[in-house]
Structures are given as C-alpha cells and as structure tokens.
C-alpha cells in the first residue's frame, strides 16, 4: 500500500455520528459529529464528490447546525437509515474505494462481540450494530463483487464491557450480513480506537483516535496522493506510545489487515506480553500441572471452561478440542486476568486446590476476575471525575503511602489491584477501600458497589470478613454524618464579595462543607471590615474546624487574590496569638473566568491528584501581558499548575490569564519577585506529591511563626478544585 496517485473522485464513503440516545443525557456524546465532519472535510479535501458521502448523523441540539451547514441532505443514524445504507444502497456501487467511519458509543456484547449503539439505544434496550459482522458484510454481495478494490473502516467507540448485570442484559447486535462471502481477496484496512474492553477516550469535545488519526492521514495524503496506510498506522502507533510514556494513557488502538486473506491480521498497539522469569516458569509449570489432575478427574470440565471464558476472554480459544490444562493456562495468559478468571471458572465446576490461586498472582499480579476487573472500573465510570477523587480520597486516607499514576478508572483499579494485594485469609485491602467509599457516598451506585465487592468476597471465601469491615464502614459513615467536623476531608469556604465604600469593606459568608453536606455557619450582608472579618471567622473555626486537619478556603474576585489570608490572625486579644495559615491548610480560589474553558480546568485538575510539584509549569518572570501568559498555556494544556514569578505590577494580567486558561493550581511569593522569588519558591516545591501541597504549606507556616524571614511566610497558593463548588450565591438583603 504505498503512496500513489489516486483518482479520488472513483471514491466513496459511510460516515455515522451518534451523539443523541433515547436513554437520555446521561446517554449524550459531544464530540463525534465534530469528527465525522472533519473526517468528510478531509475526504472532501482531496477531491471526493460530496454526493460519494453519505453522511448519518444523530447531533445534539447544539451541533445539528454544523451537520446542516456541511450537508443539508444528512440522513438519521438510526438504526433502519444504518440497515437500509449497508445492506441495500452500497449493492451497485461503482467506486474504487470505499471508506467507512462510526464514532460514537460501543460495548462489548456478551460472547465477546463488538455492539456499535444506535441512537434508539436506552438502559433497558441496548441495541446496535455488530461491527465484526460488518466486517463480514464487505466481502458478501451487499457489495459488488468486482471493484471496490479496497475498503478502510475506522471506528472510534469504546469495546467496554458494561457493569456485570448490564452486561447480561445487552441484547445481540443486529448482523447486517446473511450471505455468503463472494469477494474474499477485498483489501480491508480496518482501524479501531481500542482493544476489546477498554475506552475510546475524549479530548476536548473530540475522539483522540480520531484526531491522532487524522493528523497521520493529512500529512501522509498531501498533494492528493494515496496515503500508505501501512505508515499512517506506524505514525498513529508512535503517537500513542509517546501519549503512553509521558501522560501514562492507557488506550492501546489495534487494526485488522486483510490483504487478500479473509482471515487477515490482528495488529494491536499495546506492549506484548513480557516473557516469564524463572519464578513464573515455575509458576506456570505448577498450575498445569494442577490443572491436569483436575481435568483428569472430571472429563469435560475442559470444554465447559471454554464455555465460560470466551464470554470473558477476547483472543480465540485453543483450537485443540477438548483443550489441554497447558492450552487453557497458555489462553489465560494472552488475556489480563486471565489466570484468575481462569481459577474462578474452574472453581466453580469442581473443587480447585487453593493453592492454585497463589500462582495466579504470581503470574499475572492481579487477583480480580476479569469480570470483577470490568464490573468495578465501570461501575467507576459513572462516578464522574469528581467520584473518582474522591474514591482516591478514601484510598490515601486507609493507605497513606500509597502512589496512583492516574484517576482514570482504569488505571485507578489497575493502581489498586496492584498494590492492595490479599493478604494470605485476610480481606483485600481494595475491597476495604470499595466499602468505606460506598458508605460514606451513599446512592443507587454505592448500593452496587457493595453488591460487587460481596460478591468478590464470596468467591475467596471471606464473606464473613467483608461482613465485619462493611459494619465498621457504616459506623465510621454515621460518625462522619453525625459530627463531620470530626472527619479529616472537611472544608470551610468562605466567600469574600467585592470590596465597597473605602475598599476595605466586604460582605462575606462561610459554610462547612463535607463531600455533599454542606452547612450554612455564617452570612454578613452588611460589609464588615478586614478586622471584623477575622474576629468573625476566628470564632467559626474555633467551632466548627479542626486544628492542622481543615482545609480553609477563601473564594475572592481576581483583584482579591493577593489579600494576605493566610496571615490573619487568630485570638488576636488573647494569649495564643497566631496566624491562620499556621494552624490550617489555607488557599484562595477563584471561579471567574472559568466556564470559558472549564474543560481545560477539568483536564488540568485531574492531573493535581498523580502529579508532583516537578510536573508544575513555570512561567517566565518576562510575560507581563494577558496574551503572552495565554500564549504560553497553550502550549502546557496537561500542566496540572503554574508557578509564577512576575512583578507585582503584572499580577492582575498574569492571574486573569491563568485562570482563563483553566489553571487550578497557582503558587507565588507574595512580595520578591524574578529570581528572588524563584530561588524561595524552589525550597518550597521540595515535596513529593502536588497533592499534599496545602498541608506542606501550612508546616512551612508555622515554621516562619518564630522566624520572619523563613521562606514560608510569604507564600501563596490559588488550589481551585472545579468538583467542590461553593453552594448558590444567596441573594443580599442589606443595600
């Protein structure tokens, strides 16, 4: 397939964009009609005649306008419009090529199949269309049987499977293809955004397949020559790995390549398996043999296993029938979890030797099933980003060492998994984890991540331990709802309004928040002074928060972000003199100018949770104005926060173009400035993990409580997490 002269106007394509589903806004996409359209910009580009593209689109509201603007005669992506394009209008087409693009959502169906969802689908009616049966379609007589020399499906759609009864509730999808294959020499080129149960992921309203795709397309197609698809995957591959090395991105795109071979290859993008050392040799040595005696005692249990785990498994099964212990244990080996999974099955039919299970680990370091695995990262997924930091949360605070690469649910229970190992007829730390979060949460998901963890439970035979720590959880969960100023996660917010009058005088009021519970502690809607302010507040937390545990935040307008908070003092008239920032963690923070590009704020913020304060951005004490800060950021858009250096002077341009540019995370020197300040800024960023940053703040604190010039006295920090709001602005009744 190398680079040659095309005459693209012999070219035709199919391109589908589901973002609207009948199962509601929970259901909504925003991002795959703006691919469609710049695959068909593309495609137009070269010189294919709009009237070759059929383009079916199910667009949000918000985005029907640019599918009408680029092709008034777009048709539904339902599923009859789908059928009737497949298996009817493509019979007589005359093309040389032809070109097939889908994104939207996609599961994985029991039996391992691929279902890509039409917009009809809702939860208790998950219907769609069978991408490997599509495949299977090109070489029947829904094609021609000469021409359409070669076809290029692209699909960018998650192969996830669903939370375990979901999953056994999605029907099987519709099979366009009937007839027999007539063409089997059809070059197919088939390109997808994922392995089979994994996530196609999103980035800024945008599949990120796509968009690495088509950078590789455009540049390999310039001048209107044929890309070579052999290199435009070798440049998509290399993207991806880089995206893997330095962003820890764990969505591995595979491809099908068929050259005259309808069986073809499978080409995945992920590492492959690392060789066994000599201890999992051993390993593995030990469970086929353990394996053999089982099969020996029971015939047929083999085939019954087989059974079983291609509905979990994704590679082909053994080819041997029945297989032998060796194929079985070589099979789960090519799969994640495969040799637990295994265990479970075996498990289930006939009594199994415990030990088994400790080789498992040792081959694989994994101990859930690989349902187990798919049920909790999905079950995750619901939670949105703010119920994955706060599921992080509850881990830290059980395993305080504890380190996570990502907040990505994936690789959050990939995290877990590996580091909260079973210990030997003891609980497993991860299902600690699940049900101290599920307790203090609440909610229909909490109910079933309890469901899942006993049931995970049950299978290592330590139902009664999960019965005891599930009680302690719900009594911790009571305490916390009873008394949250008790809990260690608790906040107090407090709003600072614009100053009136001589400038000094502000409206103000706080809550206590914890998780979703949110108390109502003060409201002064008659502007008070600093000084009150301080008085006011030192009485509220003396009741209500406690020492070194309460992280105390300040929301103020962008003119406010330098007021000296953290230097207020507490028992001013008393004995215990004291400066606030000493005896608690204190940010400011600042909402304005965020939903601009709150989902650059998002992006960055999820980062705060797995980066280190190496991973900040510095900017450079030059940049004074709004569009050369702007200008830079555009460059850091994965910088979790920005250190910055510049002139007082500058500092209203600089914090404004931060915080347009969605940076949560803002660390400066209240007074030096240039290298002053950089060169105290450097002692202070010597910690290990972003995520720790107020409380190490507050110790350096307390540490220039008794020297002036220690370098902690001056420090500030802007720490705006996006998923913990204040509550509604509350009307002022004063004037």
């Not at 029971?298 to 099964?317: I, K, N, S, W, Y």
């Not at 004291?578 to 939903?595: I, M, Q, W």
């Not at 500092?651 to 020197?669: D, M, Q, T, Y």
Request: net charge negative.
């Amino acid at each position: 397939m190398t680079a040659v002269a095309h005459d693209w106007r012999r070219t035709h394509a199919v391109i589908v964009a589901v973002e609207q589903y009948s199962g509601g806004d929970g259901w909504t996409l925003d991002g795959p009609v703006n691919d469609a359209l710049a695959m068909r910009t593309w495609l137009t580009g070269l010189g294919v005649p709009p009237e070759n593209i059929r383009l079916l689109a199910s667009p949000t509201e918000g985005n029907k306008a640019a599918v009408e603007a680029a092709d008034r005669d777009y048709r539904p992506a339902d599923g009859p419009t789908i059928r009737q394009v497949f298996m009817e209008e493509l019979r007589s087409l005359d093309a040389d090529w032809l070109w097939i693009y889908w994104a939207g959502h996609g599961v994985q169906a029991p039996g391992g199949r691929w279902s890509l969802l039409y917009p009809e689908a809702r939860d208790r009616d998950i219907r769609g269309l069978d991408a490997l049966n599509l495949m299977t379609l090109l070489r029947t007589e829904h094609l021609p049987k000469r021409g359409v020399d070669r076809v290029t499906v692209i699909i960018d759609a998650c192969w996830q499977a669903l939370p375990l009864r979901a999953h056994m509730m999605v029907p099987k999808p519709d099979e366009p293809a009937t007839k027999p294959e007539i063409n089997n020499a059809r070059e197919i080129y088939w390109m997808r955004a994922c392995q089979p149960g994994a996530v196609s992921k999103n980035q800024q309203g945008a599949g990120l397949f796509t968009s690495v795709l088509l950078r590789q397309l455009e540049a390999a197609s310039a001048g209107g020559v044929a890309p070579d698809l052999d290199r435009v995957w070798q440049g998509v591959r290399g993207e991806f790995e880089r995206l893997g090395r330095e962003e820890g991105l764990r969505q591995f795109p595979t491809v099908h390549i068929s050259r005259g071979d309808r069986n073809g290859e499978d080409i995945p993008l992920g590492p492959p398996r690392s060789p066994l050392d000599e201890q999992q040799r051993r390993e593995r040595t030990k469970l086929i043999h353990a394996i053999g005696v089982l099969l020996g005692e029971r015939p047929g249990l083999a085939g019954e296993a087989v059974v079983g785990l291609c509905e979990q498994f994704t590679t082909d099964p053994p080819a041997t029938t029945p297989p032998s212990a060796e194929d079985l244990v070589d099979w789960a080996l090519e799969n994640p979890h495969g040799t637990v999974t295994l265990f479970a099955e075996l498990s289930a039919r006939a009594p199994v030797r415990t030990g088994i299970r400790e080789a498992c680990h040792l081959l694989q370091n994994q101990w859930l099933t690989h349902a187990e695995y798919v049920g909790l990262v999905g079950l995750l997924e619901r939670l949105g980003q703010r119920g994955w930091h706060d599921f992080a949360e509850v881990a830290r605070e059980k395993y305080p060492t504890m380190a996570l690469s990502s907040l990505d649910p994936a690789a959050l229970v990939d995290d877990l998994e590996a580091v909260l190992l079973p210990p030997p007829k003891q609980l497993p730390q991860l299902l600690r984890v699940v049900e101290h979060f599920a307790a203090l949460c609440g909610g229909a998901v909490a109910g079933e991540l309890q469901a899942w963890s006993l049931k995970c439970a049950k299978r290592i035979d330590l139902e009664g331990q999960l019965h005891e720590r599930r009680g302690e959880a719900q009594e911790h969960a009571e305490r916390v709802q009873a008394d949250p100023d008790t809990v260690t996660d608790q906040r107090i917010q407090i709003r600072l309004h614009s100053p009136s009058g001589d400038g000094q005088r502000r409206a103000y009021e706080v809550w206590s928040r914890r998780g979703d519970n949110v108390n109502s502690l003060a409201k002064a809607d008659t502007p008070a002074s600093l000084e009150e302010i301080q008085r006011g507040l030192d009485r509220l937390l003396s009741g209500h928060a406690r020492t070194h545990d309460t992280l105390v935040e300040f929301f103020v307008t962008p003119t406010d972000l330098e007021l000296a908070v953290h230097r207020w003092q507490l028992d001013a008239e008393g004995p215990l003199e004291r400066s606030l920032g000493t005896d608690y963690p204190v940010v400011v923070r600042c909402t304005e100018l965020r939903e601009h590009q709150r989902h650059l704020w998002e992006r960055r913020w999820e980062r705060v949770g797995t980066a280190g304060a190496e991973d900040l951005h510095w900017l450079s004490a030059h940049y004074e104005t709004f569009k050369q800060v702007n200008g830079d950021l555009q460059g850091q858009e994965d910088a979790p926060g920005v250190v910055l250096t510049s002139p007082v002077r500058a500092r209203s341009e600089v914090f404004n173009a931060c915080l347009f540019g969605g940076v949560p995370v803002l660390i400066w020197h209240g007074e030096a400035e240039g290298a002053a300040a950089q060169a105290e800024l450097e002692t202070l960023l010597r910690t290990e993990r972003l995520w720790s940053l107020p409380q190490h703040l507050r110790k350096l604190r307390s540490a220039s409580e008794a020297d002036e010039s220690h370098h902690g006295r001056h420090m500030a920090l802007l720490w705006d997490d996006p998923h913990r709001p204040l509550p509604d602005q509350l009307d002022l009744s004063a004037p």
